[in-house]
């Protein structure tokens, strides 16, 4: 009951503030389009391609090229669905309608969660289906072996970014300090650190590159990675729920 | 009612509030007063839960905060009106309030109505006045149509417009039997609404007493007397039985409201009166001696370093006198 409450509050919350309209918009349209247009280059491009390119290409990933940027306004969602609460001194008046902590944090974030989801799961499957638009002759059909999974997969890589973000921002609660550090992380630090063979064991293992996965149906000639699609996703789950565990004691522990 | 007992809270090194312990009564205003960084808020953060107290307790109708059912419906509190997302309209901030203690949605329109918002409440909550934000915050207080009321010094910065509605606001509020505890650091304004009184200083209790009791003790009256012949007047008002309180090289104080007596006595004498005139010490002034040990934030009166000497004889001087 009380608990259904704060769903229905938190509901309000979301559904009132014009962050939440922008920020997933921009995940929908920059996850769609730059999909899109990595599609359709990398048609143009096939003929041009190697051998073992040609045989490892995947037709479906390459319809999810645009998260590794669209996943960044997912981020920014994420984070200010819970570190607007401290910037703008809010967090004061919702733990004084919602003493219980607990209830108050995982409230809010099921609901944030739950409109991921939904818009997660939208753009994925928009993403794939557009994409291999674009890929003309070379297109994967979601029938095909393995694509149902990476194309739901791509849906839940998003939700699970969200999450990742809101458990980030609620250990710092502050916007900037989280923006400031999830960002780079996951478009430069993560990316750098997969590309040099030394650091590229330690890091797979990181939640974007080990969630990723579930989203390849094809994989790379010579690849190695010790886990498969879900093995992948369940490290990206074992990152959120860790997340979420510090932004939960710090919430419990610290004065608001 | 409010009880607290023993409420200490340390940050760090400082001790904010130093084992407190009264009580606030509903039915009445009770004015919670004490200089800037006495401890108020931070102890109007601990009765809500929002700040964890390093030692004792705080309860509300002999409850723990957080063991309120729907806390709106029995504690309002308006601690600091910017405490809102600003991007969120006045309605939509009501309204998610309102959901998470189970409180209709009609009730976020009464409050609309009641502080005078209604016209605005689809508008975003940055675009308001101090004096729309802070009745915003009490429209929010006052959502779950709660019987106890707490507001941290509402009045600040609020035209004269604004400060009368709220003050008829809380004793309206205390006359429907409500508890409502005000925070505040002036005394003039204490003075016209509360009717017990509670001040704290650097976190300790310095009083906890009645309105009324207060005003008795402190509000001394006194005859101001300005005169050349110091010693002359002096011999007069020893004759007559006139006990002076303070003297200065010029200036005598003499206690009570004496100044037909002393006049005539002066002109019977033949003695030239400067100045002869009734005066007031204002509860203002009752209030800064009480906190005179305790104010943390002494101003210096702008004098440089160098001037320390100066100052220090300067207040020798003072202490004599
Ligand atoms: N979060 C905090 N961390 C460290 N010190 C704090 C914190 N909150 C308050 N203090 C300190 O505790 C003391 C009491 O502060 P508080 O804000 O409760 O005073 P106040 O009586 O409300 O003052 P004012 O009239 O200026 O509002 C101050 O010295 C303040 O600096
Ligand atoms: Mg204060």
């Known amino acids: 009951m009380a608990m259904a409450q704060v769903v229905r509050s938190e509901w309000t919350k ?28 990398s048609k143009s491009e096939y003929d041009n391609m190697s051998a073992q390119d040609r045989l490892s290409f995947d037709p479906t990933f390459t319809s999810f090229a645009g998260t590794s940027l669209g996943q960044l306004a997912m981020i920014v969602f994420g984070v200010l669905v819970v570190a607007n609460e401290y910037s703008t001194g809010m967090i004061r008046t919702s733990l004084a309608a919602v003493p219980q902590r607990g209830a108050f944090l995982f409230g809010k974030i099921a609901v944030a969660t739950l409109l991921a989801l939904v818009v997660g799961m939208a753009t994925s499957f ?16 979601l029938g ?113 | ?37 006495a401890g108020k808020s931070t102890t109007m953060r601990m009765v809500l839960g929002l700040d964890r107290p390093t030692a004792g307790d705080v309860r509300i109708d002999g409850k723990h905060y957080d063991e309120l ?41 009464e409050v609309l109505d009641v502080v005078g918002l209604t016209a605005v409440a689809k508008k975003k909550a940055k675009g308001f006045s101090l004096g729309m934000g802070q009745r915003l915050g009490i429209a929010a207080a006052l959502l779950g149509d709660p019987r106890i009321l707490m507001f941290d010094e509402p009045v600040n910065g609020l035209d004269p417009e604004g ?15 409500r ?21 704290i200083g650097q976190g300790r209790l310095l009083a906890d007493t009645s309105m009324a009791d207060f005003i008795a003790q402190n509000s001394r009256s006194y ?29 005598l104080e003499v206690e009570g409201d004496k100044s037909e007596r002393i006049g005539e006595l002066a002109a019977q004498h033949r003695i030239v009166l400067h100045e002869l005139s009734p005066q007031q010490a204002s509860l203002e002034e009752a209030f800064m001696r009480l906190t005179a040990e305790s104010v943390e934030y002494h101003a210096h009166g702008g004098q440089p370093a160098g001037q320390q000497g100066a100052q220090q004889e300067w207040g020798a001087e003072w202490r004599r006198g």
């Open chain 2, 163 to 177: 400060i009368h509605w709220i003050r008829n606001l809380m004793k309206a509020l205390a006359a429907q039997g």
């Open chain 2, 1 to 37: 009612m409010i009880e607290l007992e023993g409420l200490t809270k340390r940050y760090g090194e400082k001790v904010a509030v130093n084992n407190l312990t009264f009580a606030v009564r509903p039915g009445i205003i009770t004015g919670f007063l004490g200089p800037n960084g």
């Open chain 1, 126 to 141: 928009a993403a794939f289906f557009l994409g291999q638009a674009m890929l003309g002759d070379l297109k994967a059909s």
């Open chain 2, 69 to 109: 059912k729907d806390p709106l419906k029995y504690i309002g509190a308006l601690l600091d009106a910017k405490a809102v997302h600003g991007g969120r309209s006045a309605y939509h901030h009501l309204l998610c309030l309102a959901q998470a203690n189970g409180i209709p949605a009609k009730r976020v329109h």
């Open chain 1, 144 to 256: 095909d072996p393995g694509v149902l999974r990476a194309v739901f997969g791509g849906g839940l890589y998003m939700t699970l970014i969200a999450m990742f973000s809101m458990g980030v921002a609620a250990m710092l609660r502050s916007p900037m300090l989280s923006l400031g550090i999830l960002m780079p992380f996951f478009f430069l630090i993560s990316s750098i650190l997969g590309a040099v063979d030394a650091t590229q064991k330690v890091g797979r293992f990181l939640p974007d590159q080990a969630g990723s996965k579930i989203m390849q149906v094809v994989p790379p000639v010579g690849d190695d990675t010790p886990y498969g699609p879900w093995g992948g996703l369940g490290i990206m789950v074992l990152w959120v729920v860790a997340a979420l565990i510090g932004g939960y004691v710090v919430l419990k522990r610290r004065d608001a």
């Open chain 2, 223 to 251: 005859v101001r007397v300005r005169t050349p012949q110091r010693e002359q007047l002096l011999d007069v008002l020893h004759e007559a039985g006139i006990t002076v309180a303070g003297s200065g090289s010029e200036v």
């Open chain 1, 14 to 41: 979301i559904r009132s503030v014009a962050s939440t309209v922008w920020t997933l918009s921009l995940a929908v349209v920059v996850t769609i389009a730059l999909g899109m247009l990595i599609s359709a280059l």
């Open chain 2, 179 to 199: 508890t409502v505890f005000v925070s505040s650091h002036l005394m003039s304004e204490m003075a016209l609404t509360a009717d017990h009184l509670v001040v």
